[in-house]
Structures are given as structure tokens and as C-alpha cells.
């Protein structure tokens, strides 16, 4: 690690901070350049830590920058990982204020929940498929705390990777009985189709990006647990919203979810 842990405490309260108040910023490795991933992920280790502390809960993990779509859109080349907070759960067809975010995009996604825990190394597509209890369709608004979502990957990583907000379909199927490569997906803005895909635009197949956070976690000493809701990645890249905007996902198989915008 490159950083101390005074800069690490004063970067997460900083990036914190942006986040709660809806304030933008540039990014941090523009003075902090030397910082490494291990430093990245201690900063979003920290936001964990301060927003536990303040009594929130940890709602789901994510993995970011799935999808071939987003690393383009992103000028990007690997995959991040994040965490939900509790507060961040939008109920089915619920609104999202968009006073509390700087600059909100959605995400068509997969949402895996596990019935066993899973550990890496070595974790792979069946072993996620065997360990997941079911999926269901989800729309996460990411609200990178970054100017202009400008950043590089560092960056994102501290920031928790943009995690804003999530609403998940009521409509859950075991993940076995159903192909997630070829899954249509439709994302809807107003009625006007905006973005199109399938399943795998993920890494090829999304149960990959869960492996890939269990190894991650895995590397870490840690594991996903028994229970524990996943966001894949975004399928298509992110599409921007604003106020007065009515946002439907309809997913083959898995039903629709909506929000809107307030
Ligand atoms: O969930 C995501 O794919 C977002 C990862 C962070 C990058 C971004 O803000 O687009
Ligand atoms: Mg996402």
C-alpha cells in the first residue's frame, strides 16, 4: 500500500461526504497518484466501515464495468467490485429523488441470491450456478461522485463504484432452469426503448462476474455468504436519467421492474 492510514480515513470522509450531500469532485488520484488497489479498496473498505458505524446495514455486493458495453462506454478494461447500502433500496415501481444524486445513469442487471456461500480461489461458473438460490431482474442507479464521470479505475474503486440506488423484480427464478447468456433485455425511458441486450454482454455469462467476485473476495480472506444478493453488472451501458423520467426493464423470463424519477 502506498498510502497511510490518515489519507485513507481522510479520502473515504471526503468521497463519503460527496456522496451524501450530492456533491461532485474531482478525482482523487489526480492528487493522490501513487495510490494502489489495495489502497483503493481500503478507502471503500472504510466508507463500509463509517456508514456500519452509523448503523446502516450492508443490502448487496456488486461487481461494475461488466459488460464489454460499459468498459467501452468507460474507456476501461477490468471489472470492480462494491457494496449496496441498506438506504440505497428502492421498492418495485418506487421513486428516486433525484435531488440526493449528482448525476444518476441506470443499469439493466441480472440479481443472483445466493443460497450457500461461496469462496475463491478457483470459483467458476458452476460453482455459482450450484451455490445461487435464485435470480431476478434489477435496475441499479449508479451516481459516480466524480466530476463529468470522470475517473480511472482507482478512483471508481474508492468511490464504491458510483453505488447509489437499486431496485429489484418481484419475479425470482431458480438460475438452473434457465439459459442467462441468451436473456433478452429491454430498458425503457418513457415508454422509448433506450437500450438493448442479452445476459451475455456479462463477461460472457453473468454467473461469471459473481465468480470473479468470489475470487476477488477470496484473495481477501473473505467470501460471499449464504443469502447475500448480487448485482452482476450492467448488461447494456448506462443510460441517464433525470426528473420526470419513468425507467421499465423487462427481462425475458424474469418480468419488468420500473422506477421513476422524481
Ligand atoms: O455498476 C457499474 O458498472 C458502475 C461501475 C462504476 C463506473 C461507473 O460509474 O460507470
Ligand atoms: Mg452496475
Known amino acids: 500500500m502506498k498510502l497511510d492510514q490518515a489519507t485513507i480515513a481522510q479520502l473515504a470522509e471526503h468521497l463519503e461526504n460527496c456522496e451524501l450531500k450530492a456533491r461532485d469532485t474531482p478525482k482523487i488520484t489526480d492528487e493522490h497518484s501513487a495510490m494502489d488497489w489495495d489502497d483503493a ?3 471503500q473498505d472504510e466508507i463500509r466501515r463509517r456508514k456500519i458505524a452509523r448503523g446502516s446495514r450492508v443490502a448487496g455486493l ?24 441498506d438506504y440505497g433500496a428502492v421498492p418495485e415501481g418506487g421513486t428516486i ?3 440526493e444524486l449528482i448525476h444518476p445513469r441506470i443499469e439493466p442487471e441480472i440479481v443472483f441470491v445466493m443460497k450457500h456461500a461461496l469462496k475463491g480461489p478457483g470459483c467458476h461458473i458452476g460453482a455459482v450456478l450450484a451455490a445461487t438460490d435464485f435470480v431476478m431482474p434489477g435496475l441499479e442507479v449508479i451516481d459516480s461522485r466524480y466530476r463529468d464521470f470522470k475517473f480511472d479505475l482507482k478512483s471508481v474503486i474508492a468511490d464504491n463504484t458510483s453505488s447509489a440506488r437499486f431496485v429489484v423484480g418481484a419475479r425470482i427464478k431458480p438460475a438452473a432452469t434457465l439459459d442467462l447468456r441468451t436473456l433478452g433485455v429491454v430498458l425503457e425511458k418513457n415508454g422509448a426503448i433506450v437500450a438493448l441486450g442479452a445476459g451475455a454482454a456479462v463477461l460472457g455469462h453473468p454467473a461469471t462476474a459473481v465468480a470473479m467476485l468470489a475470487n476477488h473476495l477470496g ?4 467470501e460471499i455468504p449464504a443469502g447475500a444478493m448480487i448485482f452482476s453488472g450492467g448488461i447494456t451501458e448506462a443510460v441517464a436519467a433525470g426528473r420526470g423520467d419513468n425507467i421499465t426493464l423487462r427481462i425475458h423470463e424474469l418480468g ?7
Open 219 to 222: 484473495a481477501r480472506g473473505e
Open 62 to 85: 456488486k461487481a461494475g464495468l461488466t459488460s464489454f458495453a460499459k468498459m467501452k462506454q468507460m474507456g476501461v478494461g477490468t471489472p470492480v467490485f462494491g457494496f449496496l447500502p
Open 256 to 262: 419488468s421492474v420500473a422506477c421513476k424519477f422524481v
Open 41 to 43: 479498496y481500503a478507502i
Open 97 to 99: 429523488t433525484v435531488d
